[in-house]
């Protein structure tokens, strides 16, 4: 098989164990879980755990050859240069408190360079799906970031200002301050809504590779630039800080202002 | 007709209008509007204007003796005992970033207090409908607040901390850190996860008339607590500042540290 024909073959992969997921949010979504004296039992624990097991299970079955980092259970990757990434609730926050706006991600590193990528919002009924060279769908359709370029005229996303601290918080209300308009919540769908062009920048803090990982070929292929603060290409070792824009110069004007 | 049937016709009416124009947001949603060189046109602008439009010639064709306070189109009240509240798209922030989480909200004051509200969020098909001694409903089904009386267990929702100033923000970022977790977002869709049982506090400023007053109902009637943040009732010239919360204890607790 050669390069592309195994991309496409991956796509699907993911695209078909999302399907297979997709209604189990339900079962524990708004709903109050069985009274357990175990403390750390929640709703979205289960739910998360409920999803990465059967995802783990298609994985080990469909390409046992490949490594897996997860977020309930671990990381399976030694030495493995294909690592299958997911976080089966991105937005747990949304999840306990009845909003719809979580969502599955499935994410494909190969050699280090995160190649796939896998957005699914279950009840919203939306997904977003990349792979190298091959562009972003939403939901089938091609989609493609704005061409914002000035921060004066952009929409900023983030999921929570209270998760940055000192010089960090400094920058992000400076950024804030000089968008048009800054949204928060959201999470992975924040991602989607600027692979679409709906939003035309986010900067956040305090990602875990789970989260951020599948999120990079989803805004690449749509257009979009991601990277930490400092400008590097996100990996495994990042260090869970994301800026993610629809354009280079837009990308660069808010870069300018995390470094002051 | 006595009043309590008069109430049971009111709500079906608001429901009927909100049925009529339930279809109207998705002309706009996600569409890029025709250029036109009046720079104060904007798809949301558009949609607000059709719905509130069709709002209003619905409401003065079926009671033509009672006022309207509008979003677009302003106030026909005066000598009014009865006024209707309208604000056609709740959550303009959503809309034009492309997320779903925006609302219609329709509201009756019979002699300055909210006797009825609806909440209709029509791309998430929810909608909250309240009237006087009559229970909240989603969906048609009774809903209800949660019984959460401790800011240390309550999960806290506010639309964006951007918006607090001064003292308030100091306010808010105390009470945001002493809750379990602060969720960003949503708008009127805050309070209706709040009628509901999802979330248990809500804290917010800045709010127009026809933001909060068809809130009140869906809220008090489903068992929670609503005032402005010194504990009096919302009419038509409360200050905007906004304290929702699931149990007296629970606003008293609040309410105790806004004061500080």
């Known amino acids: 098989m050669d390069d592309n024909a195994r991309d496409i073959d991956d796509e699907r992969l993911a695209a078909a164990i999302a399907d297979a997921v997709r209604a189990i949010p339900s079962r524990w979504f708004r709903k109050p879980l069985a009274v357990d004296a175990k403390a750390d039992r929640s709703p979205v624990t289960e739910a998360d755990r409920a999803i990465e097991q059967i995802i783990r299970a298609r994985l080990s079955e469909a390409r046992p050859e490949d490594g897996v980092l997860g977020e309930e259970f671990g990381a399976a990757m030694e030495g493995r240069s294909r690592v299958w990434v997911v976080d089966p609730i991105d937005g747990t926050g949304s999840f306990i408190t009845g909003s719809p706006l979580f969502g599955t991600l499935i994410g494909l590193l190969d050699g280090g360079v995160p190649v796939l990528g896998l957005i699914d919002m279950p009840l919203l009924g939306e997904r977003w799906s990349a792979r190298r060279g091959a ?94 603060w400092r400008g590097a290409p996100l990996g495994f070792a990042s260090d869970g800080r994301v800026l993610a824009a629809a354009t280079e110069a837009l990308h660069a004007e808010i870069m300018e202002m995390l470094e002051t």
Do not use: M, W
């Open 135 to 228: 562009g972003t769908t939403l939901n089938g359709a091609p989609c493609r970031v704005s061409g914002c370029g000035r921060l004066a005229d952009a929409a900023l996303g983030s999921t929570s200002p209270l998760k940055f601290e000192g010089a960090a918080e400094a920058a992000f209300r400076q950024v804030a301050a000089a968008a048009r308009i800054t949204r928060f919540g959201g999470d992975c769908y924040t991602y989607g809504l600027l692979a679409a062009g709906h939003l035309d920048a986010i900067l956040e803090v305090g990602l875990e590779p789970y989260d951020y990982l599948p999120l990079v070929p989803v805004i690449e292929e749509a257009g979009g630039v991601i990277t930490d």
